[in-house]
């Protein structure tokens, strides 16, 4: 059957390769648009988690505005002591995340300020490594590092002092000098516009905190693991007034940006699998149409309709299967290709404007989806050749003969 199969597909070429070209560039495509959007995501979880929010944070149970924490961890002393037990964390920092007034003699911006510890910082996030003047946070408590928009708004340079003004924690107006020791320049709009790091002690003094903190950021060794180390944590932590939250109930612009991402290429991907039902529909309808005299003979002779049946399925099947191939050796190369040339898209010029996002993305195989795309369009392929199947088993042989 399978040999009668591939005579009858092979019978118009032409039209054959026209639908196994449909399905290959259809999976290609496919394919293609998962790799790009999975390394899209990936690489803005990275840069979201390597620039600001970190894997976890821990914070006071009561806060509720998980990006912008108003409330203190009166003691961070014991949660350290469980992060440092805790398997599975490469590094952890305690911060102050505030907003507040960068003032110059040229004038005031409003900013975030960020209160770190350098040395811990520097294994959390990868602000140190924008640098484009002077240096990172050293050993003074009144140092400061910012972007080079703020810098360029103030008319700031390295050495010269900025004062910062933000509301303290027994609610007075607190205000410090910091001397500006480095600017960093990561190609954010917001980075570079609103957000300059202090040393904690620093930040602690503006504020009047003492000891308190309102963040404690974590880095794990594995992202994927952040939902278990977040329960192991929670249950460590037992009734200590604080919560651990994953970046993803953090920073929920990210999920709302993925989220679009993946409605969009569903939507792609049923545009897809309707090309690819419709050629073969239309293959197998054709084919059917100029061997109705065919099989009216080989039901003539003693062939059951369900033989009959089978062999449009098989035809079908042999579709899919070339098409199904010749698309996935289609997409493995592209992928492959712009995996190590890099792939400049327009969206990481948007991107950019929230986070250092860069302009050029390299692919990554996302083979779960992968799979899944190629038995959908197998699957496809053959639910389209079941009405050509249907009608073809369903003839009369002897109005079959007589069809011209």
Request: glycine share 8%; net charge positive; charged share 20%.
């Amino acid at each position: 059957m399978l040999r009668l199969a591939w005579r009858n597909v092979c019978r118009n070429l032409r039209r054959s390769l026209i639908t196994v070209a449909s399905m290959a560039c259809g999976l290609a495509a496919i394919m293609f648009g998962q790799s790009m959007i999975k390394s899209v995501q990936r690489q803005l979880i990275e840069k979201a988690t390597s620039s600001i929010t970190g894997h976890l944070q821990v914070q006071n149970r009561s806060i509720k505005e998980y990006k912008f924490p108003d409330k203190y961890i009166d003691d961070p002393a014991p949660v350290e002591a469980v992060l440092a037990r805790q398997a599975g964390v490469r590094a952890f920092g305690k911060r102050i995340n505030v907003t507040g007034l960068v003032s110059s003699p040229a004038g005031s911006v409003g900013a975030m300020i960020c209160a770190v510890e350098p040395e811990k910082e520097k294994e959390i996030t990868t602000i140190s490594s924008y640098l484009t003047q002077g240096r990172y946070l050293g050993t003074s408590d009144h140092e400061a590092v910012m972007g080079d928009k703020i810098a360029q708004r103030l008319d700031l340079r390295l050495g010269e002092k900025v004062v910062l003004m933000a509301q303290a924690d027994d609610g007075s107006m607190g205000a410090e000098a910091f001397r500006v020791v480095g600017i960093y320049h990561t190609g954010s709009t917001t980075f570079d516009g609103q957000f300059i790091y202090v040393p904690l002690a620093g930040g602690q003094a503006l504020l009047a905190t003492g000891r308190k903190v309102n963040q404690i950021v974590v880095r794990l060794d594995d992202i994927g693991l952040a939902e278990r180390t977040r329960q192991e944590l929670m249950e460590k932590l037992g009734n200590r007034p604080v919560q651990v939250l994953r970046w993803l109930d953090i920073d929920h612009e990210i999920v709302a940006i993925q989220t679009f991402q993946n409605a969009i290429l569903d939507i792609v991907l049923l545009i897809v699998f309707a090309i690819v039902a419709l050629g073969v529909l239309n293959t197998l309808l054709m084919s059917l149409f100029e061997r109705v005299r065919e099989f009216g003979v080989l039901m003539a002779i003693g062939a059951r309709p369900r033989w009959v049946m089978k062999l449009v399925l098989a035809e079908s099947v042999i579709l899919g299967f070339v098409g199904t191939l010749l698309g996935l050796a289609l997409g493995c190369t592209l992928i492959t290709y712009y995996g190590k040339a890099g792939l400049h898209l327009a969206v990481g010029d948007a991107l950019s404007y929230f986070l250092p996002f860069p302009k050029v993305i390299y692919l990554r195989f996302a083979w779960m989806s992968h799979w899944r795309a190629l038995l959908a369009v197998l699957v496809v392929s053959i639910l389209a050749a079941l009405p050509p199947a249907l009608r073809a088993c369903r003839l009369n042989p002897s109005e079959a003969l007589r069809h011209v």
